[in-house]
């Protein structure tokens, strides 16, 4: 079981940056991939970002290339996404999420929701032009 608790959202205006946090609890943090993703009003969750549990792979949706990082730090428990260069369309509630992928065609995938069993409330980001 693994428990998750986002942090570091609020209000900044465009150009700005953020770095949201995400802290678990559970033995087992470490063999999990995390993954991030938001979800604007009227619109469907969609993928940000993810990192193994090792650390060593990591993957962002094409449009945010450039100006999101994530990392972990398995010692703390916790993952982190810089945001950097904030757009307003960036504006959503951020949600981390800790599973173990999805398995098709013969490989793992860590950015569909489906591969992702434990789910933080979400902090919210709001990017003011």
């Known amino acids: 079981q693994v428990q998750l608790v986002e942090s570091g959202g609020g209000l900044v205006q465009a150009g700005d940056s953020l770095r949201l946090s995400c802290v678990a609890t559970g033995r087992t943090f470490s063999s999990y991939a995390v993954g991030w993703f938001r979800q604007a009003p009227g619109k469907e969750r969609e993928f940000v970002s993810s990192i193994t549990g090792s650390g060593g792979n990591t993957w962002y949706a094409d449009s945010l290339k450039g100006r999101f990082t994530i990392s972990r730090d398995n010692a703390k428990g916790t993952v982190y996404l810089q945001m950097n260069s904030l757009r307003p369309e960036d504006t959503a509630v951020y949600y981390c999420?800790?599973?173990?992928?999805?398995?098709?065609?013969?490989?793992?995938?860590?950015?569909?929701?489906?591969?992702?069993?434990?789910w933080g409330q979400g902090t919210q980001v709001t990017v003011s032009s």
């Open positions: 999420a800790a599973g173990r992928g999805t398995f098709h065609s013969g490989s793992y995938y860590y950015t569909e929701i489906p591969g992702y069993d434990y």
